[in-house]
């Protein structure tokens, strides 16, 4: 029961951060180019990556904040659905070209940052 308490917290916060940093990012460069949400995917792939070595191999916390974390902070953050959505909009919008950009850079780089994350924590905490 405590993990769905701590996955629940913790999607409770990340929706909060996914729209507070969605905002800033959409203000950054308004128009049709969904970057709010590339750069809340980005910045949760690259969480992700480090956050899962970092807590499965030498933050050694307890399994329910684990994935409160991860499932739950993360989950709520990372909208690869809303991903989805806006991709297919500028499509059916006519503005193919804007959405091969955001399907490579997501997909391309969250992949690479992902890895960078990974890599980081391995370094920083592997000794």
Do not use: H
């Not at 308490?5 to 996914?18: C, E, F, Q, S, W």
């Not at 750069?39 to 070595?53: A, D, R, S």
């Not at 991903?83 to 193919?96: A, C, M, P, V």
Request: proline letters at 2%; a positive charge; glycine letters at 14%.
């Amino acid at each position: 029961m405590m993990k769905i308490v701590m996955i629940a917290a913790g999607g409770a916060v990340g929706t909060i951060g996914r729209y507070t940093v969605a905002y800033w990012g959409q203000r950054i460069s308004p128009g049709v180019f969904p970057l709010g949400t590339l750069i809340v995917n980005l910045v949760g792939c690259f969480l992700i990556g480090f956050l899962y070595v970092v807590l499965t191999q030498y933050a050694l916390i307890r399994e329910e904040y684990r994935v409160g974390l991860l499932v739950g902070f993360l989950g709520a953050f990372t909208t690869f659905s809303t991903f989805g959505y806006e991709t297919f909009s500028l499509i059916n919008d006519g503005q193919k070209g804007l959405a091969m950009a955001n399907i490579a850079i997501s997909n391309l780089a969250g992949l690479a940052l992902v890895w960078l994350g990974y890599r980081l924590a391995e370094r920083l905490y592997g000794g």
